[in-house]
C-alpha cells in the first residue's frame, strides 16, 4: 500500500524529534549485552510497539557462541596524587568494551599496556572493545596519555562479566503478504552518535510511520539488535521468516551532514537495491555503491546460506567519515535534518517496494489509442506523464515490474505508479493474474 505521507512529519521536525531521542539515549552505557541494551530499548519501545528477545549465554548460533553478559558499575584510573585520570562516569567511551574486572595498583609502564589512544587525533577518544579476548583497558586521548607522570595507579573496573542474554528488539507488523520486509540497525556502541545512534533513532522514526499505516502489503520485522551477533540471533530465531523476506536494508550512519548511499545487497540486482537507486538517484550527491563483504547487518544477511536481497542506507558510510569510532563522533555531528532526510529516503524506498507490481500491457500489438481515452493531454506530446505512459506500455510484458520500468525510464517511481494507476482504470493494462485468467477462459 502507498505509504500515506500525511502521517509523515516533514523532515526538518521530524528530525529535531529523533535528535532529541539521540540526546536522552547518548549517556546510556550500552555494549553487545547488558542493561545499556535494556536500557535502550525500553526507551525506544515507550514510542513504538517493541518486543525485547533474549538468547541465553552460551547458545550456539551458527558458527557463534554466544557471548556472557557483561554490566558495568564503575571504572577509573587514579594518579599517583589520588587524582582521577579517567573515569567511565565521564563517558563509557572511556572503558575497553568487555572489560574483565579489576582491582590492583600498577606502575606507568604497565599501565600503558592497557591505554589505548587514537592514532589520528590527540584530542579524542578512541571507541576500542574486546569482546572475544579476555583483558581489560581505557580509552583516552593521546594527550592525556602522553602526560602521565611516573608513579603507580590505582585502577578498579568494577564489573560483572557472567552468563546472562544477548538481548535484541523487534517491532512486528503485519501486512496483507506473507512477503517480509527487514528493517535493521545496530544498539551495541556506546557514547557514539552517528554509529549506531542515529540508526536506532531513524530505525524508531520509520517504526512509528509504518504502525500508523491503515493497511501494509508486506509484513514488516524491524529489529535493533548487537553488531554481528545481534542479526546471527535473529537468523536463528526466525527460520520460518527468513524464507520470506523479500526486501531489507540496514539503517546506519544516518545523521551526519553527507549525502546518502546506498550499498546494493550482495545480489546487486534485487528489487530493494533498484528502489534505492531509483530513489537516491533524484538526491543531489547520493551514491549507490557495490556490495562489500564487510560493514554492518549485511554482512550476515547476506552470507551465501542466506543471501538475502539485503543492502545498507547511510549517508557518509561509516569506514569514511574522519570521526568515526572516536569520542568526536558526537550529538554535534549529526544534524536533525540529516535525520530527517535520511528518514524521508528511507520511506520512499519502501513506499517503492509496498507499492511495485508487474503488470501486463492489455493492448500490445501497437500502441494503445490513448487520445480516445483521455490519456494523452496534448498533441504536442512530450509532458512526463505521457512519457510515463509510454514507458509503462512498452516495459509491461509480464517480465518487468513498475520498478523496472523507473529504473529504465529515469523517471521517479511515484510518476510511474500513478501512470499505472491510469493504465490500470483505462483497461490497457491488467495485473497478471487478470492476464492468465482471461487466456484461460
Ligand atoms: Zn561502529
Not at 544498539?187 to 542515529?198: G, K, Y
Not at 568515526?324 to 550529538?331: I, K
Request: glycine letters at 10%; one cysteine or more.
Amino acid at each position: 500500500m502507498p505509504i500515506d505521507w500525511t502521517t509523515v512529519p516533514e523532515a526538518d521536525a521530524v528530525g529535531r524529534e529523533l535528535h532529541g531521542l539521540m540526546e536522552e539515549l547518548f549517556p546510556v552505557p550500552r555494549s553487545l549485552t547488558g542493561d545499556g541494551v535494556r536500557a535502550t530499548l525500553a526507551r525506544i519501545g515507550e514510542d513504538v510497539p517493541l518486543r525485547t528477545v533474549e538468547l541465553p549465554t552460551g547458545t550456539q548460533v551458527f558458527d557463534w557462541t554466544l557471548p556472557r553478559e557483561w554490566n558495568v558499575r564503575e571504572a577509573r584510573i587514579e594518579g599517583p596524587d589520588g587524582a582521577r585520570v579517567v573515569d567511565v562516569a565521564d563517558s563509557s567511551l572511556h572503558l575497553l568494551g568487555y572489560s574483565v574486572p579489576v582491582d590492583t595498583t600498577v606502575d606507568l609502564a604497565t599501565l600503558r599496556e592497557h591505554l589505548h589512544t587514537d592514532p589520528r587525533d590527540p584530542d579524542v577518544v578512541p571507541y576500542r572493545t574486546s569482546y572475544w579476548a579476555e583483558r581489560w583497558g581505557f580509552c583516552t586521548s593521546r594527550r592525556v596519555a602522553e602526560a602521565l607522570p611516573e608513579g603507580e595507579y590505582r585502577v578498579r573496573i568494577d564489573a560483572t562479566l557472567a552468563d546472562g542474554h544477548v538481548t535484541y528488539g523487534e517491532v512486528a507488523l503485519d501486512g496483507e503478504r506473507d512477503g517480509v520486509v527487514l528493517l535493521t540497525t545496530t544498539v551495541c556502541h556506546p557514547a557514539l552518535a552517528n554509529d549506531n545512534l542515529s540508526g536506532m533513532a531513524v530505525l524508531a522514526g520509520l517504526a512509528r510511520v509504518l504502525a500508523a499505516q491503515d493497511r501494509l502489503h508486506h509484513t514488516f520485522r524491524l529489529v535493533w539488535s548487537p553488531g554481528t551477533i545481534g542479526p546471527l540471533c535473529w537468523l536463528h530465531t526466525n527460520p520460518d521468516l527468513v524464507d520470506r523476506v523479500r526486501h531489507g536494508f540496514a539503517v546506519s550512519c544516518v545523521g551526519d551532514p553527507g549525502p546518502l548511499t546506498y550499498k546494493r545487497s550482495r545480489r546487486e540486482n534485487a528489487a530493494v537495491d533498484r528502489a534505492a537507486e531509483v530513489v537516491l538517484r533524484d538526491r543531489p550527491g547520493a551514491t549507490v555503491r557495490p556490495w562489500t563483504p564487510y560493514g554492518g547487518d549485511e554482512r550476515q544477511f547476506c552470507s551465501p546460506g542466506f543471501d538475502l536481497p539485503f543492502g545498507a542506507l547511510s549517508r557518509t558510510p561509516a569506514d569514511a567519515f574522519p570521526e568515526y569510532h572516536s569520542s568526536a563522533d558526537d550529538l554535534e555531528l549529526v544534524r536533525p535534518e540529516a535525520l530527517g532526510d535520511s528518514l524521508h529516503a528511507a520511506l520512499a524506498i519502501v513506499d517503492a517496494l509496498e507499492r511495485d507490481e508487474t503488470l501486463v500491457n492489455a493492448s500490445p500489438y501497437g500502441e494503445p489509442q490513448l487520445g480516445r481515452r483521455g490519456l494523452y493531454r496534448s498533441l504536442a506530446g512530450g509532458s512526463s506523464e505521457e512519457a510515463a505512459i509510454l514507458w509503462v506500455l512498452s516495459l509491461s510484458d509480464g517480465t518487468a515490474g513498475l520498478l523496472d520500468v523507473a529504473a529504465r525510464s529515469g523517471l521517479p517511481f511515484p510518476a510511474i505508479r500513478e501512470a499505472a494507476d491510469a493504465l490500470l482504470d483505462a483497461g490497457l493494462l491488467v495485473r497478471e493474474g487478470d492476464a492468465q485468467a482471461g487466456s484461460g477462459s
